[in-house]
């Protein structure tokens, strides 16, 4: 027992350290997507003091000046000093909010490729390593592809012909004029890249944004369609259990127990709507509607033909018999109504039809030559349904009966074809 409780924590560091030495190698040589999303969250655009580092490739023509390999030192020294003071303002400038978008960063390139041009062509050697460095303020200071392509072409063949003016060699300049148009163009494709990541990053909130507003305009409609429909049967059984209490105290009791039942029942569905896993069963709101319509003494006919529907189509078909039953109560003024289903080749139609008052009119803002228009007014549940019965490749139509009254018609496709 005493040799077999000192191996135990050997063995366990030994496992716990082959696990940590594992965990290390696979975390710098393989990325996981939620560590590539941090670093893109977390990554920040160049700025111009990304490129003052590379002012080290002067040391190359100042070690020729102090080293006195250069004819008059000072006007070398002094035309590098300007050199680097003219190359750090460009590239500043070319970042710069005040500066960026207007002609200055233009205009100090220009000064700099002419000093730079000056300067090799009377010194050679070292200082042709300068067109690299104009090439890097061409390549962020450049806003068009065509600017760009232009600039570092005539860079390049700048740097070629002033390298071969001092008989540098074949491929001396060959390498000087491919490293002078390479370098700007490679800062170019690096700027790009960032402001591309900096729009995909904006239009990720965007879309985030935009889900986040769909989703409350969801919410929205599915609580309008939901109290606006109960509290209209809560309203008619409170009306109707109100008439009949003097005269029949049994039967207003029955009222009062269907309005208790609606309650809890909107209840449970308002949590459900909340959680977002609502889905609305057909036959129980054809149901509802029976006893919706009778509480409010609207003789009610229900007609059902065709095969079983998909649980997404019934869904959709509930909400539609809610609406329309609610509209019929409170606004028709109607004494009979009429709901038709009826399925068949790969479609379902849903028509709700009343002998009320029919649509409300509503003025239009643009007057007709003999007088003023009116359009059958449709409500916010109805524009709701519309959408909702629209994004599953369904319609919805109103308007007045061809007998009088009002009517809706939702057609959805079944998703399988049911002729034969």
Same mark, same amino acid.
């Given at each position: 027992?005493?040799?077999?409780?000192?191996? &135990?924590?050997?063995?366990?560091?030994?496992?716990?350290?082959?696990?940590?030495?594992?965990?290390?190698r696979?975390?710098?040589?393989?990325?996981?997507? &939620?560590?590539?999303?941090?670093?893109i969250?977390?990554?920040?655009?160049?700025?111009?003091g990304?490129?003052?580092?590379?002012l080290?490739?002067?040391?190359?023509?100042?070690?020729?000046?102090?080293?006195?390999?250069?004819?008059?030192?000072?006007?070398?020294?002094?035309?590098?000093?300007?050199?680097c003071?003219?190359?750090?303002?460009? $590239?500043r400038?070319?970042?710069?909010?005040?500066w960026?978008?207007?002609?200055?960063?233009?205009?100090?390139?220009?000064?700099l490729?002419?000093?730079?041009?000056?300067?090799?062509?009377g010194?050679?050697?070292?200082?042709?390593?300068?067109?690299?460095?104009?090439?890097?303020?061409?390549?962020c200071?450049?806003?068009?592809?065509?600017?760009m392509?232009?600039?570092?072409?005539?860079l390049?063949?700048?740097?070629?012909?002033?390298?071969s003016?001092?008989?540098?060699?074949f491929?001396?300049?060959?390498?000087?004029a491919?490293?002078?148009?390479?370098?700007?163009?490679?800062?170019?494709?690096?700027?790009?890249?960032?402001?591309?990541?900096?729009q995909?990053?904006?239009?990720?909130?965007?879309l985030?944004?935009?889900?986040?507003?769909?989703?409350?305009?969801?919410?929205s409609?599915?609580?309008?369609?939901?109290?606006?429909?109960?509290?209209?049967?809560?309203?008619?059984?409170?009306?109707?259990?109100?008439?009949?209490?003097?005269?029949?105290?049994?039967?207003?009791?029955?009222?009062?127990?269907?309005i208790?039942a609606?309650g809890?029942?909107?209840?449970?569905?308002?949590?459900?709507? $909340?959680?977002?896993?609502r889905?609305?069963?057909?036959?129980?709101?054809?149901?509802?509607?029976?006893?919706?319509?009778?509480a409010?003494?609207?003789?009610? $006919?229900?007609? &059902?033909?065709?095969?079983?529907l998909?649980?997404?189509?019934?869904?959709l078909?509930?909400?539609?018999?809610?609406?329309?039953?609610?509209?019929?109560?409170?606004?028709?003024?109607?004494?009979?109504?009429?709901?038709?289903?009826?399925?068949?080749?790969?479609?379902?139609?849903?028509?709700?039809?009343?002998?009320g008052?029919g649509?409300?009119?509503? $003025?239009?803002?643009?007057?007709?030559?003999g007088g003023?228009a009116?359009?059958?007014?449709?409500?916010?549940?109805?524009?709701?349904?519309?959408?909702?019965?629209?994004?599953?490749?369904?319609?919805?139509?109103?308007?007045?009966?061809?007998?009088?009254?009002?009517?809706?018609?939702?057609?959805?496709?079944?998703g &399988?074809?049911?002729?034969?």
């Amino acid at each position: 027992m005493a040799r077999k409780t000192k191996t &135990e924590p050997a063995d366990a560091a030994d496992t716990t350290a082959g696990a940590a030495d594992k965990a290390c190698r696979r975390m710098w040589w393989r990325r996981g997507p &939620e560590d590539f999303d941090q670093e893109i969250e977390h990554l920040k655009a160049p700025d111009g003091g990304a490129l003052i580092p590379w002012l080290l490739m002067v040391l190359g023509p100042g070690a020729d000046i102090l080293k006195g390999e250069v004819a008059l030192p000072w006007l070398a020294g002094s035309g590098l000093l300007l050199f680097c003071a003219l190359y750090v303002c460009t $590239v500043r400038s070319a970042f710069g909010e005040r500066w960026r978008r207007g002609p200055v960063p233009y205009q100090l390139l220009g000064a700099l490729g002419a000093l730079t041009l000056a300067l090799a062509i009377g010194y050679g050697g070292n200082f042709m390593l300068l067109f690299v460095l104009v090439s890097l303020g061409a390549g962020c200071v450049s806003r068009s592809r065509r600017f760009m392509g232009f600039t570092l072409a005539g860079l390049s063949a700048s740097a070629g012909t002033v390298s071969s003016l001092h008989h540098e060699g074949f491929w001396s300049t060959t390498s000087l004029a491919y490293g002078t148009f390479l370098s700007g163009f490679v800062v170019s494709l690096i700027i790009t890249l960032f402001q591309a990541v900096a729009q995909l990053k904006a239009t990720r909130q965007e879309l985030a944004r935009n889900a986040v507003a769909e989703e409350r305009l969801r919410f929205s409609r599915d609580l309008h369609d939901l109290l606006g429909h109960t509290l209209s049967v809560v309203v008619v059984k409170a009306e109707a259990a109100r008439r009949l209490a003097p005269r029949d105290m049994d039967a207003a009791l029955t009222q009062v127990g269907d309005i208790e039942a609606v309650g809890r029942q909107a209840l449970t569905e308002i949590r459900e709507a $909340v959680t977002g896993y609502r889905e609305g069963s057909l036959a129980t709101e054809l149901d509802r509607a029976r006893s919706a319509l009778a509480a409010s003494d609207i003789e009610v $006919v229900v007609l &059902e033909s065709g095969p079983p529907l998909p649980p997404q189509t019934e869904a959709l078909l509930g909400w539609v018999v809610r609406e329309g039953v609610t509209n019929v109560v409170r606004h028709s003024g109607a004494a009979r109504a009429r709901i038709e289903l009826h399925a068949a080749d790969g479609k379902a139609r849903l028509t709700i039809t009343d002998d009320g008052r029919g649509p409300a009119p509503a $003025v239009t803002p643009h007057p007709t030559p003999g007088g003023t228009a009116t359009l059958p007014r449709t409500g916010t549940g109805l524009r709701g349904l519309t959408e909702r019965l629209a994004s599953a490749g369904g319609s919805l139509s109103t308007g007045p009966a061809p007998s009088g009254g009002f009517r809706v018609t939702a057609v959805l496709p079944t998703g &399988e074809d049911t002729a034969g």
